[in-house]
Every structure is written in structure tokens, then in C-alpha cells.
């Protein structure tokens, strides 16, 4: 599918878009909507990212666990003057329901897309449910990017009106198995019609080299904007459980050992003797140490030539990405002037 | 096969309720070969259920009758007279044999003790695991003889997803990822190059999605007309 961009070379003129297409070293960031119905968690949450980030993912029921639907987040994260990239799982929409949210996005403001296949609903909170997959994520990067380029529904019926305009992002997994065919199954992404990738949590830097150095001998770098997903870990049994228990997440013993060096000093006490005020000192201590190797990957990660940029996930944490853009050296954020309207019409 | 399994006793008590006259019905084919519902399941329900009621200080009469297949009607012609005897029948058929019955006997009171479960086989003793989910547009030949449909958590046409590791599924460590299957064979195969096209959305209308489904063979209906 050959994109046609607006005639001042945007797809979309999304910020996320110009910042990328300027060659800066771009920044997203995660938002977690809450279990609940409540706009004032979005509203304190984007306080805490706007101005550290070049947009914001809001994740889309992540771990099959129910929370306000992504565009309801993004319209209010809109407001907040932050720009969302709107997620959209495979597995709680058919092709009808996907086209007609993201229809309904575009028209409020929307202008990222994540496309996922979803993490199964037996993780989540309604594991009996039933799951859609009536597309997986690969047909839906390459329908959101048709509904741009060619601007049909999937049917290959035309809009009436407007089409939705998407800059179209997808993940990649470079370390789930079958190991080998993670830059493949990239390709075939970039060939459905992404624009953009974000990874999965990096950690073990050298496999990341290994990965990015069989993607631009493919030249899938130059095709794509890659942004290695990297997070703070909290604590050292959230690093083990990464490490043991999340597929596809590789975490160099290294870090497990700095996290619990950061705990030493209260390694000793035994655990019913911990006050409560231990407990908060060595909590803040794992996290600062968390937040110090976050830096040190990016600042790695950075020099890994065809990384475009980095997308922090520090879920439930949101409070960290100021530092850990900061201590990156990455603040402030670039501005890139936004394309005018006449440049924004397309032919 | 159709693999089934045997709802609990107590289950089978409840859907037979007050009845007093009751005939189990067992099924020669595939819930034979799965231990479900066979000859001598068929026996073992009956015995059981006549202990049960009798223990409850209800006795019901239970007798039980195997045919060679429950899904065709002239299998089931042969026990009519023992199903229209009954107060209820209790089918250890799969869902079709069920159906088969009810459509069968208009008048009869038929419930299942069978939950039909899947199209698979037995991969070793006492143990089957499904294949294929009728999708009714076969895509064997493109994934190595492996189904995604049925085998894939998620029924992915462009798999694996990120959640594959050590060649099992995120779902549970006890499901193979279909998908590494199907890499490791068209990679033993030397057929990779399958991989790298882009499956396109299915046509769901051809499962169950389109409806409830029918095939009707025009040369086999000739010959009927022309007899
Ligand atoms: S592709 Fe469809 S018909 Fe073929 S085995 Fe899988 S579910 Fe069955
Ligand atoms: S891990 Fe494998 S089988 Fe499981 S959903 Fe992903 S691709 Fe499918």
C-alpha cells in the first residue's frame, strides 16, 4: 500500500509524526485509564506527562483488565492538551466495531493508532468472556492504513466523507519466540502499512544490538520509526517476575542484583520488624534505582543506530517519566511547528 | 473425532429429574473411541444412576442401549421402540446424537450426558487435544498442515503474537503456540517463505459466524429424484 502523504510530506501532521519525521529522538509515554469512570485520574495523570513526552500511548483494556476505553481517555487527554495515541486490541472488536471507533476518534481529535492483536482475556478480570479475533494485528495495521491511503472501509466500500487519518503504529516483540523470525515478523508489519513501532520492554541491551543490527541489515529501520519500549523496574521481585514470568522479556540478573543492592540496607531486618517508615525508605530507594537504570538504557538504546526514540512504560507510575526524560537529557521536548491548514489539505 | 466428556452424576440426576422410566443411550462412533460414551459408559451410567436413585429412595429404571452411530436416523430407527418407552433419554451421544433424537422422536423427552468438547485426537493414552474448529474454508495447506484457527489462542492468521515462549503459549504453559509449531515445521520443511506473505482478514461467513450451516451435494440429490 504506497501511503499518500499530505503535500507538505505528512501522512497525518500528528505531533508524534513531525517530531519523528524532523529526526529528533522521540519520547512516548504510557497512561493507564482507570477502573473506573473517573476523568479526574486521566486529568492528573496527563499533568504528570505533558511536556515530558511527544504524545502518550493509552492502553486498551491492558491485560484483558476492564478500564475507560482508550478514546474516551484520549478525548480527555485531547483536552489536557497532551496528544494520545489511541490502542485498539483485536480482541474485544470485530472489523465493524474497530472502523466505527476509530471513525468516532478521528472526529474527536485522535490521530495515533496503536494496532494490537491484545493479550487473552484469560489474564484479565472476565475470563469467561467470549474474544473476537476477527482480525489479527497485521490485517488491522493494514486496514487502518487502507482507510488512510486508499480510504475504504475494509469492505472496499468508499467513505462518505472524510477518511479517518491515522499515523499507524504496531509492536514488536524482539525477543518472544521463534526468536529468529522477530525482524520477519517486523517486516511484515512495515509491509502491512505501520508507520511506527514500539517494543516491548527492553532490558538486556546486547539482544537489542543482536535484533536492530539484523533490522537494518534488512534496511527496516529506514522504512519505520522504531522506538524500543523501555520502563522503571519498582522493586527487585518485580524484576524476577519479569524476568520468570512475562514472555518475551528478557532481564539481565545484573538489574535484578542493582535492585536488590538498592534494598541492602534494610535486607537484614526481619520482615515483621520493618516499619512502616522502612518499608516507604526502601520502596523509595528500589524505585530510584529504577529509575537510574531506565537512564542508562536509554542513553544505550540512543546510540543504537536506527532507534528512532524510546516509549517509557511505567505503568502505574506515571510520576517517573519526568525524571527519567530529564535524566535522558531529552527534555525539553522538541516543538515542531504544526502544518498549516492549507498545507494540511491533501489533493 | 468429536471428543466429549461425561457430565458429573449429579448433573445427569438433576436433568433426569422425577423420571422413573429411563433409557441411556450409548454411541458406537467417536464417544466410543474417548471413553465417553460407549457400550460399556452407557452401562456404567445406568448402573450408577440406579444406585443413585435407589440411594436417594426414588429408584428409577435404567436401561441403557448402544447404537453404532447416533447422528443418522436410521441407526436410531432400530431403538424406537425402547426411546418412545421412556420417560427421558439420556444420550451419552455428542450434541449431534442429542439433536438427532429430539428431531427424531417428536414426542420424546431427550437430555444430554455428554458436554461435547471438540474435533481432535488422542495424542497419547488419556489424553486429546483439538484440532480443527470447522472454520469451512481450510487453510492446512498455507501452515504446514497445522490449524490456527483451532490451535492458536487467539486464531491469529499472522501469528506468533509476542506472547510465544519456549514454545508455549501465553495462555497456559500446557498449550503448544500453534504458531511456533507451524515455524518449526515449515522450517523443517524448508517452506518459510510461506510466512512472509500477509494473510488477509478470513472469510468468517463460511464458520459458524455466517450462520447456522448446510451443505447441499445437487449430483447426490439427482440421483435421489431419479431412483
Ligand atoms: S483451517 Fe478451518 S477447516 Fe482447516 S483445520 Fe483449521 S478450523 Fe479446521
Ligand atoms: S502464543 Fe502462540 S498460540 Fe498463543 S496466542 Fe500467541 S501465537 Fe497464538
Avoid at chain 1, 536488590?260 to 520493618?274: R, S, Y
Avoid at chain 1, 512502616?276 to 544505550?300: M, N, T, Y
Amino acid at each position: 500500500m504506497a501511503a499518500q502523504p499530505y503535500s507538505n510530506g505528512y501522512l497525518v501532521g500528528s505531533n508524534l509524526e513531525r517530531v519523528l519525521r524532523a529526526g529528533h529522538f522521540a519520547v512516548t509515554a504510557e497512561l493507564g485509564p482507570p477502573q473506573s469512570a473517573d476523568a479526574e485520574v486521566i486529568r492528573k495523570k496527563a499533568a504528570l506527562l505533558k511536556g515530558c513526552c511527544d504524545a502518550v500511548n493509552i492502553t486498551d483494556n491492558q491485560t484483558a483488565i476492564v478500564r475507560m476505553s482508550s478514546i474516551g481517555a484520549g478525548t480527555i487527554v485531547v483536552q489536557e492538551g497532551l496528544e494520545p495515541v489511541i490502542q485498539m486490541t483485536c480482541r474485544d472488536r470485530n472489523r465493524l466495531a474497530i472502523q466505527s471507533d476509530l471513525l468516532g476518534a478521528y472526529a474527536l481529535g485522535m490521530r495515533n493508532l496503536l494496532c494490537l492483536s491484545g493479550d487473552h482475556q484469560n489474564f484479565g478480570n472476565h475470563p469467561t468472556a467470549k474474544n473476537v479475533f476477527d482480525m489479527d494485528s497485521i490485517q488491522l495495521v493494514q486496514m487502518v492504513a487502507a482507510m488512510r491511503d486508499a480510504r475504504v472501509f475494509q469492505c472496499g466500500e468508499p467513505f462518505k466523507g472524510p477518511e479517518p487519518r491515522f499515523f499507524v503504529g504496531a509492536a514488536a516483540a524482539p525477543f518472544a519466540d521463534p526468536v529468529e523470525f522477530r525482524p520477519y515478523r517486523l517486516a511484515k508489519k512495515i509491509k502491512a502499512g505501520a508507520n511506527f513501532i514500539q517494543t516491548q520492554l527492553i532490558y538486556d541491551i546486547p539482544a537489542f544490538k543482536t535484533f536492530m543490527e539484523k533490522v537494518r541489515q534488512m534496511g527496516l529501520h529506514e522504512q519505520v520509526y522504531i522506538l524500543a519500549g523501555v520502563g522503571p523496574l519498582k522493586s527487585p521481585a518485580m524484576a524476577r517476575y519479569m524476568k520468570d514470568s512475562v514472555p518475551g522479556l528478557w532481564v539481565p540478573d545484573e538489574f535484578i542484583a542493582r535492585m536488590e543492592a538498592a534494598g541492602a540496607p534494610w535486607a537484614d531486618i526481619p520482615k515483621d520488624q520493618l516499619s512502616k517508615e522502612d518499608k516507604k525508605a526502601r520502596a523509595d530507594a528500589w524505585k530510584q534505582e529504577g529509575i537510574r537504570i531506565c537512564i542508562e538504557l536509554i542513553q544505550q538504546i540512543r546510540e543504537i543506530e536506527g532507534v528512532a526514540g524510546v516509549h517509557i512504560m511505567a505503568i502505574e507510575w506515571e510520576e517517573a517519566v519526568r525524571p527519567i526524560v530529564e535524566g535522558a537529557g531529552l527534555l525539553p521536548r522538541p516543538s515542531v511547528s504544526a502544518p498549516t491548514a492549507q498545507e494540511a489539505s491533501h489533493d | 473425532m468429536i471428543v466429549a466428556e461425561q457430565k458429573s452424576l449429579d448433573e445427569m440426576k438433576t436433568l433426569i429429574g422425577e423420571a422413573h422410566n429411563v433409557l441411556v443411550v450409548g454411541c458406537g462412533t467417536c464417544v466410543t473411541v474417548c471413553f465417553a460414551g460407549g457400550s460399556r459408559e452407557a452401562a456404567i451410567v445406568a448402573a450408577s444412576l440406579r444406585m443413585a436413585t435407589k440411594l436417594d429412595g426414588d429408584a428409577a429404571a435404567v436401561s441403557d442401549v448402544t447404537v453404532q452411530r447416533q447422528c443418522e436416523w436410521e441407526y436410531l430407527d432400530e431403538i424406537a421402540e425402547q426411546i418412545k418407552a421412556a420417560d427421558v433419554v439420556l444420550s451419552l451421544g455428542c450434541g449431534i446424537g442429542v439433536q438427532a433424537i429430539a428431531e427424531h422422536f417428536p414426542q420424546t423427552w431427550v437430555v444430554p450426558g455428554l458436554n461435547t468438547s471438540f474435533m481432535g485426537l488422542p495424542t497419547e493414552q488419556g489424553i486429546w487435544a483439538e484440532r480443527c474448529a470447522a472454520c469451512g474454508d481450510c487453510l492446512l495447506g498455507r501452515t504446514g498442515g497445522i490449524c490456527p484457527i483451532a490451535r492458536c489462542s487467539k486464531s491469529l492468521l499472522n501469528g506468533p503474537c509476542g506472547g510465544s515462549e519456549d514454545g508455549h503459549c501465553e495462555v497456559n504453559p500446557d498449550i503448544p503456540c500453534a504458531w511456533q509449531l507451524i515455524y518449526d515445521r515449515l522450517s523443517s520443511l524448508g517452506r518459510l517463505d510461506l510466512l512472509l506473505d500477509i494473510q488477509p482478514p478470513k472469510n468468517w461467513k463460511a464458520a459458524r459466524d455466517g450462520g447456522p450451516r448446510k451443505i447441499v451435494r445437487e449430483d447426490l440429490r439427482l440421483a435421489v429424484e431419479e431412483e
